[in-house]
């Protein structure tokens, strides 16, 4: 079955730097693959979409690569602020393009 | 627009007890689906719907049951309840049933089952 994977371990990072997220799948090839927000007691909140002929987006702050070689997506988030503390979730769809896979999240910590 | 809205936000229920998890739209979206956020496990698909009067299973459709009679409502029952169905329960809509839709998230509704 397809497969997900984003690193559970928290990311723990100095407010200013740069956060990578990592995300790999597996036993399929996404046509598009998506990266959400997720604060504590909320639900996800859609960031960025990229499509398989896009190596990279950008938005703001934000950027995504698509390696479907490696079968990888990276997310950045450059400058970053401690309000951009939250869980990052990547998904794509399956089944037709109807049902929506998702990881279990990467979460990740600013400080000051 | 309130966007995706659900009811109620907490819940407490007997094993065997019966509930609705009530979940709406006014963005007049086609797709509509339920999933199960579970620590470690992540969020997964219970069922969707692609329009009113089409439902389909997700990945953990068993112990639910939906059914989409409007385009605004996609109401998520369990029959008999489980403390297995304890979980955060999300609903999310978008306009169409490509993969490049944002889906749009609800506040989540939070199950305990005793």
């Known amino acids: 079955s397809q497969k997900i994977e984003q690193n559970s371990e928290a990311l723990n990072i100095q407010e200013g730097k740069t956060a990578t997220l990592t995300c790999n799948y597996t036993?399929?090839?996404?046509?598009?693959l998506q990266w959400y927000r997720q604060d504590p007691g909320r639900g996800p909140v859609f960031l960025l979409l990229i499509r398989e002929n896009e190596k990279e987006k950008r938005k703001e702050r934000l950027k995504v690569t698509f390696d479907t070689t490696l079968k990888q997506s990276l997310f950045h988030i450059t400058a970053s602020q401690p309000a951009d503390s939250a869980t990052y979730l990547c998904a794509f769809f399956t089944g037709g393009g109807n049902k929506l896979t998702f990881g279990t999240g990467t979460q990740l910590k600013v400080e000051l | 627009n309130a966007g995706v809205t659900q009811t109620p936000k907490f819940q407490v229920l007997k094993t065997g007890q019966s509930m609705t998890l009530q979940c709406a739209q006014d963005m007049n979206h086609e797709y509509m689906s339920w999933y199960r956020q579970d620590p470690g496990m992540g969020l997964r698909l219970i069922h969707y719907s692609v329009g009113a009067g089409i439902t389909d299973q997700g990945e953990v459709p068993n112990g639910y049951n939906v059914s989409r009679s409007t385009t605004e409502d996609f109401p998520l029952r369990l029959l008999s309840a489980a403390p297995s169905q304890t979980s955060v329960y999300f609903c999310a809509s978008s306009s169409g049933l490509a993969a490049q839709e944002t889906q749009y998230f609800g506040p989540g509704t939070r199950l305990l089952v005793l």
């Open positions: 036993n399929y090839s996404p046509a598009y």
